[in-house]
């Protein structure tokens, strides 16, 4: 069965940094896609990363852009997001999503796998 670990998260100070992941098994390797989203209460969800393809397409929110960095290894089926330069704004509930379709990927794809989600808060 398909289950998607994530790890990472927890409460830094503005300017800290995070790293989070997702380890996807039960699933084939080499998945095509994998994102990162997050939602803050009482905020829609928003899609912040994208990676996708055999050259490793990146994609960044303006949010997020320059802070932050997608990264994957498909043998391990693990999707990672390192952030960077936190900021208050950044607090939310970080999501990873995977899914094998083929081709362009973008956070309007309906993944077929999620992570559980983890909570990020920065403040002083």
């Known amino acids: 069965q398909a289950h998607v670990a994530q790890s990472g998260g927890g409460s830094v100070q503005p300017g800290g940094s995070l790293t989070l992941s997702c380890v996807v098994s039960g699933v084939p390797s080499g998945l095509n896609c994998y994102g990162w989203f997050r939602q803050a209460p009482g905020k829609e969800r928003e899609g912040i990363a994208i990676?996708?393809?055999?050259?490793?397409?990146?994609w960044y929110a303006d949010s997020v852009a320059g802070r932050f960095a997608i990264s994957r290894d498909d043998a391990k089926n693990t999707v990672s997001l390192q952030m960077n330069s936190l900021q208050a704004d950044d607090t939310a509930m970080y999501y990873c999503?995977?899914?094998?379709?083929?081709?362009?990927?973008?956070?309007?794809?309906?993944?077929?796998?999620w992570g559980q989600g983890t909570q990020v808060t920065v403040s002083s």
């Open positions: 999503a995977a899914d094998p379709g083929d081709g362009y990927c973008d956070t309007a794809r309906p993944f077929d796998y």
């Open positions: 990676i996708y393809g055999i050259w490793d397409s990146r």
